[in-house]
Each structure stands twice: as structure tokens, then as C-alpha cells.
């Protein structure tokens, strides 16, 4: 099983709202990430969790906000964004930080007005 | 640094032609590759992979082989349907602690009935 399940799937948002993208995978994963991706382009890397702490935050504006709860569960808490920020978000995981193969989820397509 | 470069698209097909797709590398050590597809509307699924030189990856159709003299994974497949039109990305990591999933650019496959 290489299920990593993301939640909603969809989602509008006004740009003084605050809500959250979830992510869960339960495959051991020790690695987790947060991409966004514009229409056509690759993915854009975010954030990366390794065990649970955040290890990479690649110059992401605090309006985008990460959290960790537990190993198999990583949220993305948005508040205050801009119309800019509407694209595909994408989690990931992997067995650790910079090993093996990288999975990814279905995405949530957020849209913000 | 790391980085990827697909082949210039969009690539549009018969159903039942031959397919390749060039990927060419530029990494330090010995990287991973990987070829990544995105259906319309969908998250990326990996499609297959390759961990070392000589290693051929194949799934679905496709195939894929490390070459380490060219620093090139080419996608192949012999004979494309429809349900292949999707967007594929050519990618790498250098396995290691903190490495990045690098991507190429991406390619667009349109397969006509």
C-alpha cells in the first residue's frame, strides 16, 4: 500500500478565512512534505517534516503554516492568503528525508477569492 | 547543483504509436530516477523508477533505463492508448540525507483515438 490520503479535496477560500489542508499516510513514513503546484509546472517544494520536526522550510510565507501532529498525520493551516496562492497542493512522504522513492497524494485543489 | 531536462513539448500521438520521451541528468554521485505521471485533475503517481545504473524500471507499458554513460532515463512505451494522455515528469534524487526530489520541466502527451 503507497496511500497517502489528502483532505478536501477541494476547497475555496476568501482571503481573510482560515482553514486547513490535512494529509495522512500509514505506510512508516518518517518523511513528509508539503508541494504546491501551478498548472503545467512541477511541483514546488514547501516544507519538509524528517520524524516529526520540521526540516526544511524553503522560504514559504507565514501565512502558510505547517504542523506534525503525529508521524502519519501532517496539516497545512492557511489564513489571510492571496488570490496568488490558488494552485495545487500536494503532500508527500518517504521513508526518510532524502531516501528511496517519494509518494504523493491526490492533492487539494484550493482556489482563493 | 542537481537538475533535469525534459524534451520540449507537447507531444501529440496516434493510439497505438511508439512512444519515447527524453530525459537527460545532471547530478553529483549516483543518483535515483524516476518518472512521475499526472492524469488530468489527479495528484502524481510514480510510474516507475531505476536506483542505479543499468537498472531498468517498467510499469504499465512504460520502460525506462538507467544510463549512466549518457546521464539519460528515456521513457518508452510500445504502443500508447488513450488513457496514457497525461503529463509526465522526469525526476531525480541524490540519495543521501536532505536531498531534494528534482524535477524536469514536464511533458504533455495527448493521445488521439
Known amino acids: 500500500d503507497t496511500e497517502v490520503t489528502q483532505t478536501p479535496k477541494h476547497l475555496v477560500m476568501g482571503m481573510t478565512n482560515k482553514k486547513s489542508l490535512k494529509c495522512e499516510q500509514h505506510m512508516g513514513h518518517r518523511a513528509m512534505y508539503w508541494y504546491k503546484q501551478k498548472a503545467k509546472k512541477p511541483p514546488e517544494l514547501m516544507f519538509v517534516y524528517s520524524y516529526e520536526k520540521l526540516s526544511i522550510n524553503e522560504s514559504v510565507p507565514s501565512r502558510f503554516s505547517p504542523e506534525c501532529p503525529n508521524s502519519s498525520l501532517l496539516n497545512l493551516h492557511l489564513h489571510a492568503l492571496q488570490p496568488e496562492d490558488s494552485a495545487l497542493y500536494l503532500c508527500?512522504?518517504?521513508?526518510?528525508?532524502?531516501?528511496?522513492?517519494?509518494?504523493f497524494g491526490e492533492g487539494s485543489w484550493l482556489t482563493v477569492v | 547543483g542537481n537538475s533535469v531536462t525534459q524534451m520540449e513539448g507537447p507531444v501529440t500521438l496516434s493510439e497505438e504509436a511508439f512512444l519515447t520521451i527524453n530525459c537527460t541528468y545532471t547530478a553529483t554521485g549516483y543518483p535515483s530516477l524516476f518518472w512521475y505521471v499526472q492524469y488530468p485533475g489527479e495528484g502524481l503517481q510514480l510510474l516507475l523508477k531505476?536506483?542505479?545504473?543499468?537498472d531498468k524500471g517498467s510499469n504499465k507499458g512504460f520502460e525506462a533505463t538507467y544510463r549512466k554513460e549518457t546521464t539519460s532515463f528515456h521513457l518508452e512505451k510500445g504502443s500508447v492508448q488513450v488513457s496514457d494522455s497525461a503529463v509526465y515528469f522526469c525526476a531525480l534524487i541524490r540519495t543521501g540525507a536532505n536531498s531534494k526530489l528534482t524535477f524536469g520541466k514536464g511533458i504533455t502527451l495527448s493521445v488521439r483515438p
Open positions: 531505476a536506483t542505479k545504473a543499468d
Open positions: 508527500a512522504s518517504s521513508r526518510g528525508y532524502g531516501l528511496d522513492t517519494i509518494y
